[in-house]
């Protein structure tokens, strides 16, 4: 059998579930806005897929990896000394958990941010910043993990991306988020809060669905390799998604949105243990993440008084650090874990992403704004973000008839 082979195909098929998540980050975003921002939630998703594409190719993949790719076609395919074009598809399956990252910014700001400022947005976080936290512990850059095993026993462990990719996304919404400021009309002089309901929960649930699918590529085959793929990465994603949809189920009293968050909620922050931690563990870390996710949601949106859309801040943001966190206790031999891992260095890891994230997020966010403008006009965000920027609605026939 070409082992080589097979890797490249077992990586492609990562590459393309994780892929497919995208769709579920969009059909997430279009079940909770309201029906007048349902094509521009669409149209934000995959376009950022597209700019994140162009900044990691040119850009974001040598910062983090040192490969760049202006070579004629064989040394291309030979690129780590293999002949099957490994690391062609290594970059494709890295780029969907880049590209991730403006996908979750993007449920945060919805609903009145201005596209143009958007994408410029996304090229810089996918191109710069991003993957300089991503080569700190996946490259192995400027000596980060070898000073926290010398100075606290283990290097940082983040299996598939807990805080490199979620916890990085969450934060640098919060950033986003603050800057922005609220939709009109959600936050009252007295401070209440009014509800502004979402369009349409079919969606909500298809988008939850498809990402839960697209989650065991995003786990599983972060193995890199057919020969390392582990079945305690899948029982485990399995494992923390259940105990997220379920904690999630009673804390948010049966609400729809907060059960189908709750299972995103736990495959977050099993991302960074699933390949160490006991499926007891995995269990315990993902109803933590889903009862923590409604209560985080409930804090950020009602005693912060921050517009985040879809509460990516909680999900990804304080799920993400917890995952991070939580390798480093259920992934200890005395909780029966794989072992390897060390409490401190996943705290200052962990601290370390969220602390780059927090920054830079209200950097580029102030920046963007202050040049550029960052929000719609407030009569476009009352017409609705389809309309003021792609001239069309979900529903153009229905649209017309009533006019």
């Known amino acids: 059998m070409n082992t080589a082979g097979f890797d490249v195909f077992f990586l492609t098929m990562g590459a393309a579930m994780v892929l497919a998540m995208h769709a579920g980050f969009a059909f997430l975003e279009v079940g909770t806005v309201r029906r007048k921002n ?70 945060g700001i919805t609903e009145r941010v201005r596209f143009w400022p958007n994408a410029l947005a996304t090229v810089i976080i996918v191109g710069l910043i991003y993957p300089f936290y991503e080569g700190l512990i996946w490259g192995g850059n400027f000596g980060y993990q070898a000073w926290l095993e010398t100075n606290f026993g283990a290097q940082f462990h983040d299996f598939a991306g807990s805080v490199v990719v979620h916890a990085m996304g969450g934060f640098l919404a919060l950033g986003a988020v603050a800057i922005l400021g609220a939709r009109k009309g959600r936050y009252r002089a007295d401070g209440g ?13 298809l988008g939850s669905w498809i990402l839960c699918v697209g989650w065991f590529g995003f786990n599983v ?46 495959l977050v922050a099993i991302c960074a243990g699933s390949d160490i931690v006991h499926p007891l563990g995995a269990l315990f870390i993902g109803v933590v993440a889903g009862s923590g996710f409604v209560y985080g949601f409930q ?15 909680p999900l990804h943001g304080f799920c993400g650090a ?26 200052i890891g962990t601290l370390t992403g969220v602390s780059i994230a927090v920054f830079e997020g ?34 153009p026939e229905e649209d017309m008839a009533n006019h």
């Open 193 to 205: 809060v009014n509800a502004i309901l979402p369009s349409n929960i079919p969606f909500l649930a």
């Open 38 to 107: 349902q094509v521009n939630a669409l149209i934000r998703v995959i376009t950022d897929f597209g700019f994140s594409t162009v900044a990691y190719f040119f850009v974001g993949f040598s910062i983090a990896y040192g490969i760049t790719f202006f070579e004629p076609v064989p040394k291309l395919m030979a690129i780590g000394g293999g002949s099957n074009g490994y690391e062609l598809v290594h970059f494709f399956f890295l780029l969907t958990f880049a590209a991730a990252v403006p996908a979750i910014i993007s449920g």
């Open 299 to 313: 804090f950020v949106q009602n005693k912060l008084k921050l517009d985040d859309v879809l509460g990516v801040i």
């Open 322 to 347: 917890w995952g991070g966190i939580a390798a480093g206790i259920f992934g200890s031999v005395a909780m029966g874990g794989v072992g390897g891992v060390t409490f401190l260095s996943q705290l």
């Open 362 to 395: 209200f950097v580029i966010y102030g920046l963007i704004l202050l040049f550029f403008g960052l929000r719609l006009s407030e009569e476009d965000e009352y017409q609705g973000a389809d309309l003021a920027i792609h001239n069309i609605s979900s529903y």
């Open 221 to 266: 085959m972060s193995a890199g390799t057919g020969d390392q793929t582990s079945g305690l990465v899948a029982i485990n994603s399995l494992l923390a998604m259940v105990g997220g949809l379920l904690a999630a189920l009673v804390a948010g009293k049966n609400d729809p949105g907060f059960v189908h968050n709750g299972a995103l909620a736990g």
